[in-house]
């Protein structure tokens, strides 16, 4: 099986300006893919076509990707008791979040929209990174980038601070912190920001008004307050590199990842069984996955 990214492609835009940055978005998710996926942490990259389609009507481009078919961390999350994960499962999670960053940071790359829907699951529990829509290479003398870009909620405050500052820069390490929000939905079910209100309040509350988050899950171990803290310092100049919070004790202490990969996979069959027949009973026949697409009809693309 695959999973297959649909974009529609236009053949003649009225727009030439919106439609060269769009052929250059593409072609940055696409050059991105084909470099860095070759990592266990990473869905694997297996090629783009373009799908003819009758005049008219705009052809379509599909992204061949490794299927990763127990769904996101969100869904994990939805799908759970009480909305919130087990501790030995978030700290596997994040480790392997971190090795996948460790390998793109390696390579001068930032992901910048690293959230829990990017974070995928296998049905194996192996936990692999997606989207590279909006990833960015660093400069390889100054490592900084200044644009805005990414998704609210995650977003560190050195990137929000390029919306109002044209001086203001960046480095791989808004990725841990946009980790360390994810380590939060984890834990309690939504970013910190969610609860918030409006955009603007949550960036106010978050970044000013708070001195820790720890105080969002009061309730968890010392080791995990910390490993977030150690995410969401707002100094991103003063925040750990990737490597180190691979070594943080709550990463470094996972007891017996075996056994919390074969719970965590034992979780994911439970609710894809209980769903399978919740759609049963709703249809009256199972829902076994989306239709199956042939690829004759596909041109091979290459960027």
Not at 6 to 31: Q, R
Not at 64 to 70: H, I, K, N, T
Not at 269 to 298: A, F, I, M, W, Y
Request: with cysteine.
């Amino acid at each position: 099986l695959a999973a297959i990214k649909v974009m529609e492609v236009t053949e003649v835009k009225v727009h030439l300006v919106s439609a060269g940055e769009e052929e250059e978005e593409i072609k940055l998710e696409i050059n991105m893919l084909k470099s860095y996926s070759h990592h266990r942490n990473i869905a694997t990259y297996y090629g783009a076509f373009i799908k003819k389609v009758p005049a008219g009507q705009d052809h379509q481009l599909w992204l061949v990707m490794e299927y990763c078919g127990a769904g996101s961390v969100t869904d994990l999350v939805k799908r759970t008791k009480g909305n919130c994960l087990k501790e030995d499962w978030i700290a596997y999670v994040c480790r392997e979040v971190l090795r996948g960053l460790s390998h793109l940071h390696s390579h001068h790359v930032i992901h910048r929209d690293i959230k829990g829907q990017n974070v995928l699951l296998t049905e194996n529990a192996e936990v692999k990174l997606v989207d590279f829509g909006v990833s960015a290479q660093l400069d390889r003398t100054v490592g900084r980038r200044n644009t805005f870009i990414g998704t609210p909620y995650w977003m560190a405050p050195e990137v929000i601070a390029c919306d109002e500052n044209p001086e203001a820069t960046y480095d791989y390490r808004s990725d841990l912190w946009s980790l360390g929000i994810t380590a939060l939905e984890m834990a309690e079910g939504a970013p910190p920001a969610d609860c918030c209100g409006s955009w603007s309040q949550s960036v106010f509350v978050l970044l000013f008004l708070s001195p820790s988050f720890s105080f969002f899950c009061l309730s968890r171990s010392k080791k995990f307050l910390s490993f977030v803290d150690n995410c969401l310092v707002k100094n991103h100049l003063h925040r750990p590199t990737t490597d180190a919070l691979l070594r943080h004790a709550f990463i470094r202490d996972l007891a017996n990842e075996r056994q919390v990969r074969i719970m965590l996979k034992d979780h994911l069959d439970r609710t894809r069984k209980k769903r399978e027949k919740g759609l049963e009973q709703v249809t009256g026949h199972l829902v076994t996955g989306p239709n199956q697409h042939s690829l004759t009809s596909l041109t091979r693309c290459c960027v």
